[in-house]
């Protein structure tokens, strides 16, 4: 039966790699952990997965905080389903698991971005509540000429 566990573990870590990686592709399997591990010390970054017979099916990585904008929130910051065990059920479990820490931790609100070219992940959003509410702008600081 599928669950969903905390990952803390450095082998825990290392087993969300290759199901990570598939929406992180410029990550590196020899780096991982590493990053992992300095996320979840510097800003208190969870790691979480859908676990069923010993294997990653879906992880999902994310932080509560609080802002002016929107009060207390629960961010995540990635959210995928392993490429060969879609349409099973895995993200919603996983999303529930999301929504209720959110409840738990008396989170106002429930965030994340989705790079515009995601649609099934929008489809998704979209059935499960979010709402499409703002454009997220960005722009590189390293080599940026001022």
Same mark, same amino acid.
């Given at each position: 039966? !599928?669950?969903?566990?905390?990952?803390?573990? $450095? *082998?825990?870590?290392?087993?969300?790699?290759?199901? #990570?990686?598939? &929406?992180?592709?410029?990550?590196?399997?020899?780096?991982?952990?590493?990053?992992?591990?300095?996320?979840?010390?510097?800003?208190?970054?969870?790691?979480?997965?859908?676990?069923?017979?010993?294997?990653?099916? !879906?992880?999902?990585?994310?932080?509560?905080? $609080? *802002?002016?904008?929107?009060?207390?929130?629960?961010? #995540?910051?990635? &959210?995928?389903?392993?490429?060969?065990?879609?349409?099973?059920?895995?993200?919603?479990?996983?999303?529930?698991?999301?929504?209720?820490?959110?409840?738990?931790?008396?989170?106002?609100?429930?965030?994340?971005?989705?790079?515009?070219?995601?649609?099934?992940?929008?489809?998704?959003?979209?059935?499960?509540?979010?709402?499409?509410?703002?454009?997220?702008?960005?722009?590189?600081?390293?080599?940026?000429?001022?």
């Amino acid at each position: 039966m !599928a669950r969903v566990e905390r990952i803390k573990t $450095e *082998s825990e870590i290392l087993s969300t790699f290759a199901t #990570v990686n598939q &929406l992180r592709p410029h990550l590196t399997k020899d780096g991982y952990v590493k990053t992992i591990k300095r996320l979840m010390d510097t800003y208190e970054y969870t790691l979480v997965a859908v676990i069923e017979e010993a294997q990653v099916k !879906a992880v999902a990585g994310y932080r509560l905080s $609080e *802002s002016l904008a929107w009060g207390k929130y629960l961010y #995540v910051d990635d &959210l995928i389903t392993d490429k060969a065990s879609r349409r099973i059920g895995y993200a919603q479990l996983l999303w529930d698991w999301l929504y209720l820490e959110a409840d738990k931790h008396e989170c106002e609100q429930f965030h994340l971005d989705s790079g515009v070219n995601r649609h099934e992940a929008h489809r998704f959003y979209l059935k499960t509540g979010l709402a499409i509410t703002c454009h997220h702008f960005e722009m590189n600081v390293i080599n940026k000429d001022l």
